[in-house]
C-alpha cells in the first residue's frame, strides 16, 4: 500500500522541479504554507543548493532563553517526552522552541535517527526560517499555525532526507511562545503525525493557563464530549468579568484576535455573567449562546475551587467590604514582613518565593517553631495563586486509621463511620491554590507511597471509589526531622523524599536572628497593648536561647501582656518564672556561684555547669543544645560521657 508520505513526495518532486529549475509556480501541488515559505526563502536570497548547518547560539544567550521560558519548560516538559515515547516507535523525536525557533527541550531516542537530524536537537539550536529554510518549526513559527513538511518540500535540498511537523504555542494573551515539532528522517510508509503534535500543543496551551493565578478558567466546547480533552476552549476570566486570555480554539471558536483584552464575558456570551458563575461552581454544567454568531456552547469549570475564590472576590470587590480572609492575609504579610526583616531569614523567603512562582516543590525544615507554616502561607498570599486555597495538613496530628480518608476523601460508606454522602480530601481542597503537608516526616510509611502515586499523577481516588479526580495544586512540605536519616532507617520513602524535594530551604532559628526585638514589639503590637519592654526585659529577651523559637517568643509575650495588665512597661516579674529562671542560669545555681572566692569553679566544672544549663533550657533536646553551644551534637555526648 503506498504510504502518507509517499504520495505527498511524489507531488512535491514535480512542484519542486517545476518552481525552481522551470520557474513557475506549483499552485495546488504543495501546501499553501510550502510554497509561501518557498517564495520567502527566494526573496531571503538563499540558494536551494548551498549546504547549510544547524548552529547553536552562545551558552550565555541558551542560559537566558531558558530563563525567559521557564513557564514553557515547566508546562511542556512532561508532555514532550510522553509524545516522545508515542512516536519512539516511528524513529521520530520531539523538539520545543522558544517563538525565535531556538531549541529549549528534545527528547527521544537519538540512536535511532541519522547524525545530521541529531545535531538539529541540540539545545540552542537556531530551526528558525531564515536560519535553516523551510522546516516545520521555523514555516509553523511565521504562519502561526500547523505545518507539516515532508522530505523534499525542505527549502535546502540537505534537509530534504527529513520530514517534521509542528504546531505554534500561544500564551493566554495570545503572544506566540514557541513551537512543538515532531522530526525524523524520512520515511515513504510513515503515518501523519500532524494531528499528534496539534493535540499535544492544545495540552500543553491548556496546562500553561493553570499556572493563572486569580483567574477563573470556564472550558466549552459545542460538543460536551470534547470538555476534559486537550480539545476544550479555555478562557480565564477575571472577578469582574473581563476576558484575561484565551487558547487558541477559544479564539477561533469566538472570533477574538489575538492578544484581544479588551472582550467581558458579557460581550462574548448573551447571558449574566454572575449566573453562569453560581451554577458552574456548583457542578452544574452550563450551554451557553455566542452573542454575534449563535453558537451554543456546553461549559465546565477548569479548577473549581480557584473559581469558588474568584466568585467570593467578584463578590468582595462589588461590596467593597474587608473580609475575615482579607484581614488574615494582611496581617500574615505584615507578621511575615517582620519576620524576614533579618538575613537569614530573607534569604530563605526568598528562596522560597523564587521557587514557588516556579511550580517547584518545597521542602521547608527547621527546628519547631521557626515559623514554616507562616513562611508557607506567605509565599501563598504572595504568590499567582493567591485567589485559591492554602491548605494546611499537619501530619504529625492525624491517626494512621484517619490519614487517607482525611486526605484522599471518601465516598458514602467506604468504612463505618464515614459521612453520608462522602467527603473531599485535603488534597481535593487544595485543588488551584496550595498545599501545605506540615511534619511531613511523621507520615505512616504506609501512606507514604499512595501520597507519592497521587503527587506523580496529579490525580486522586477518593476511599472506596474508582473515579481519578483531577489535581491541580502547588506544594510545600515541612519537617523538623532529619528525612535522610529517616530514609536510611526505613521509615521515610525515598522516592517521596526526592518527589517533596524540589528546593530545600532552611529556616534558622530564632536564636540566630537579629530581629528577636522587633519580633516581640510586633506581637505586642497585634494585642492592641499600651506598654513596652524595660532594659532589664529587653536584655533577658536577647541572651536567652529560645529553644521553642517564634512559638515560645509568642506564649512569652502573650503571658507579660496579662501580667502587666493595666501597666505601660513590661518588667522581668511580668514574663514567666520559669522563663526568668533559666535565663538568669537558674537561681540557685547562681546563688551558690556568689558566695565568694571559694565558691569559684573549676573550667572543667564551669563547662559542665554551662552544658547542664543548656540543655535544661533546651528542654532536654541535646540537638537543640549542641547547636545553642556551637558544637556539633558527636562533641556534646563525648563531654557528657566524660563528666
Known sequence: MTGYERVRTDRSNTARRRYFDQGQVPIGEVP???????????????????????????????????ERNRALLEAASSEVHELACAVSSGKMIVLLTDASGAVIESAGDFNAINPRLKLAARKGVDMSEPSIGTNAVGTALVERGPVEIVAREHYFESNTVHTCAAAPLFAPDGRLIGALDISGDYCPE??????????SARAIENRIFDKLGGALLLAFSPREDLLGTPWEAVIAIDPSGRVIGANTLARNLLGMRRQQSSATFTDLFAVDFGGVMRDVTRGHRRSIVHSVSGLRVVTRLRRPAAANAVVQRSVAEASRTP??????????????????????????????????????????????????????????????????????????????????????????????????????????????????????????????????????????????????????????????????????????????????????????????????????????????AACELSKSCVQLLRSYPWPGNLRQLS?????????????????????????????????SQTAKSSGGA???????????????RTIRACHGNRSAAARTLRISRGTLYNKLKRR
Not at 571559694?598 to 547542664?612: G, H, P, V
Request: charged content about 25%; proline content about 4%; glycine content about 8%.
Open 32 to 66: 499553501g504554507s510550502v510554497l509561501r515559505s518557498w517564495q520567502r526563502c527566494v526573496v531571503a536570497g538563499h540558494e536551494p543548493n548551498r549546504p547549510i548547518s544547524f548552529d547553536l547560539i552562545t551558552r550565555g544567550r541558551i542560559r537566558d532563553i531558558e
Open 190 to 199: 510513515r503515518p501523519n503525525f500532524i494531528d499528534l503534535v496539534i493535540t
Open 323 to 528: 473580609s475575615h480572609n482579607a484581614t488574615k492575609r494582611e496581617s500574615t504579610l505584615a507578621f511575615l514582613k517582620i519576620v524576614s526583616n533579618d538575613d537569614g531569614m530573607a534569604t530563605a523567603v526568598a528562596r522560597a518565593r523564587c521557587a514557588y512562582d516556579r511550580g517547584v516543590p518545597i521542602l521547608l525544615v527547621g527546628e519547631t517553631g521557626t515559623g514554616k507554616e507562616l513562611v508557607a502561607r506567605g509565599i501563598h498570599e504572595l504568590g499567582a495563586r493567591s485567589a485559591g486555597p492554602f491548605i494546611a495538613v499537619n501530619c504529625a496530628s492525624l491517626p494512621e486509621s484517619l490519614v487517607e480518608a482525611e486526605l484522599f476523601g471518601h465516598v458514602e460508606g467506604a468504612f463505618t463511620g464515614a459521612r453520608r454522602g462522602g467527603a473531599q480530601g485535603r488534597l481535593e481542597l487544595a485543588h488551584g491554590g496550595t498545599l501545605f503537608l506540615d511534619e511531613i516526616g511523621d507520615m505512616p510509611l504506609s501512606s507514604q507511597a499512595k501520597l507519592l502515586r497521587v503527587l506523580q499523577e496529579r490525580c486522586v481516588i477518593r476511599l472506596g471509589d474508582n473515579r481519578e479526580r483531577p489535581l491541580d495544586f502547588l506544594l510545600v512540605c515541612a519537617t523538623h526531622q532529619e528525612l535522610p536519616r529517616l530514609i536510611i532507617n526505613k521509615t521515610f520513602r525515598e522516592d517521596l523524599y526526592y518527589r517533596i524535594n524540589g528546593l530545600c530551604v532552611t529556616l534558622p532559628p530564632l536564636r540566630e536572628r537579629s530581629n528577636i526585638l522587633e519580633l516581640a514589639k510586633h506581637l505586642i503590637e497585634q494585642q492592641q
Open 555 to 587: 506564649n512569652v509575650v502573650l503571658s507579660a501582656i496579662a501580667l502587666a495588665g493595666e501597666r505601660c512597661v513590661i518588667e522581668p516579674d511580668h514574663l514567666p518564672q520559669d522563663f526568668v529562671a533559666q535565663d538568669t542560669g537558674f537561681d
Open 598 to 612: 571559694s565558691q569559684l569553679l573549676t573550667l572543667d566544672e564551669a563547662e559542665n555547669e554551662l552544658i547542664e
